[in-house]
């Protein structure tokens, strides 16, 4: 029988570097933990000047406070709850006034709860395409501007590969995420006349503390190692990996489209 080997980590100071992100204005939704925490400590890597929502306070005031020694821009985040748009869209309009225009969006926040499909009421359908899907089309529509006035800019999404499994228990979550790469191909053919990319980052099942406590049984976990073809978890770093060179001008050419990190899950 063949061993099997997992890849490697790569270390923080052999990573790839993207000289276009450096001093780039980039927002990141769902920024203080997770894959978002991951995104926001890549990009102040990078150089880039970083805002970020969370309705995690304590949490993104940490990273905050962890990221901002020897950061080139100390990363800024303010709370809010992207349920409501109209706070949504005066939060945007305030990290544009103090640092300008959007040019980097990364649509990362959401909330995967499970659900029983008889147990779903009309009021926690809405609830969860707002938390799922709603906010990311109004932060797009709030950036636009300021990328087509800068001649250009990226809006990234954070899709799910749960939908292309059709897991259980999370009906509502893979309507959303399954609703998003429909929305990115149409926003990255409304927008990509004003030089705007748009696509999708399609993570598997990630490394974070919430999936290890929603994945608290082994016998789940390895049943997914066992459908991957890569056999280790895929890690916050590695998202964010993926999202840096889609950022970057070196993907100058890559839009509409779904690209996975997902260490083949099928």
Same mark, same amino acid.
């Given at each position: 029988?063949?061993?099997?080997?997992?890849?490697?980590?790569?270390?923080?100071?052999?990573?790839?570097?993207?000289?276009?992100?450096?001093?780039?204005?980039?927002?990141?939704?769902?920024?203080?933990?997770?894959?978002? @925490?991951?995104?926001?400590?890549?990009?102040?890597?990078?150089?880039?000047?970083?805002?970020?929502?969370?309705?995690?306070? $304590?949490?993104?005031?940490?990273?905050?406070?962890?990221? #901002?020694?020897?950061?080139?821009?100390?990363?800024?985040?303010?709370? +809010?709850?992207?349920?409501?748009?109209?706070?949504?869209?005066?939060?945007?309009?305030?990290?544009?006034?103090?640092?300008?225009?959007?040019?980097?969006?990364?649509?990362?926040?959401?909330?995967?709860?499970?659900? @029983?499909?008889?147990?779903? #009421?009309?009021?926690?359908?809405?609830?969860?395409?707002?938390?799922?899907?709603?906010?990311?089309? =109004?932060?797009?529509?709030?950036?636009?501007?300021?990328?087509?006035?800068?001649?250009?800019?990226?809006?990234?999404?954070?899709?799910?590969?749960?939908?292309?499994?059709?897991?259980?228990?999370?009906?509502?979550?893979?309507?959303?995420?399954?609703?998003? $790469?429909?929305? #990115?191909?149409?926003?990255?053919?409304?927008?990509?006349?004003?030089?705007?990319?748009?696509?999708?980052?399609?993570?598997?099942?990630?490394?974070?503390?919430?999936?290890?406590?929603?994945? /608290?049984?082994?016998?789940?976990?390895?049943?997914?190692?066992?459908?991957? +073809?890569?056999?280790?978890?895929?890690?916050?770093?590695?998202?964010?990996?993926?999202?840096? =060179?889609?950022?970057?001008?070196?993907?100058?050419? +890559?839009?509409? /489209?779904?690209? =996975?990190?997902?260490?083949?899950?099928?």
């Amino acid at each position: 029988m063949t061993d099997i080997i997992a890849p490697k980590t790569v270390p923080a100071d052999q990573r790839a570097r993207y000289p276009s992100l450096a001093g780039k204005h980039v927002l990141v939704s769902g920024g203080g933990s997770g894959i978002g @925490e991951a995104l926001v400590t890549g990009f102040v890597a990078q150089g880039a000047r970083v805002s970020f929502i969370d309705v995690a306070v $304590e949490a993104s005031e940490a990273l905050v406070e962890r990221l #901002t020694p020897g950061a080139a821009h100390a990363p800024r985040f303010a709370r +809010c709850d992207l349920r409501d748009i109209d706070a949504l869209h005066a939060t945007i309009a305030g990290f544009e006034a103090e640092s300008g225009g959007i040019d980097v969006l990364v649509n990362n926040a959401a909330n995967d709860d499970r659900h @029983e499909v008889g147990t779903v #009421t009309p009021a926690y359908w809405d609830d969860r395409m707002a938390v799922n899907l709603r906010h990311l089309f =109004f932060a797009a529509q709030a950036v636009a501007p300021s990328m087509k006035a800068a001649g250009g800019g990226v809006i990234l999404n954070l899709g799910s590969i749960s939908w292309h499994l059709a897991l259980p228990d999370i009906a509502l979550y893979q309507t959303a995420k399954a609703g998003i $790469e429909g929305m #990115t191909r149409a926003l990255a053919r409304d927008l990509g006349g004003d030089n705007i990319r748009v696509a999708t980052v399609v993570p598997g099942g990630i490394k974070t503390p919430r999936q290890d406590a929603l994945w /608290h049984d082994d016998a789940e976990t390895n049943r997914m190692l066992a459908a991957q +073809c890569l056999k280790a978890r895929v890690l916050p770093d590695d998202v964010a990996a993926l999202v840096l =060179f889609l950022a970057s001008d070196d993907a100058r050419m +890559c839009t509409a /489209h779904e690209y =996975f990190v997902d260490a083949g899950w099928r």
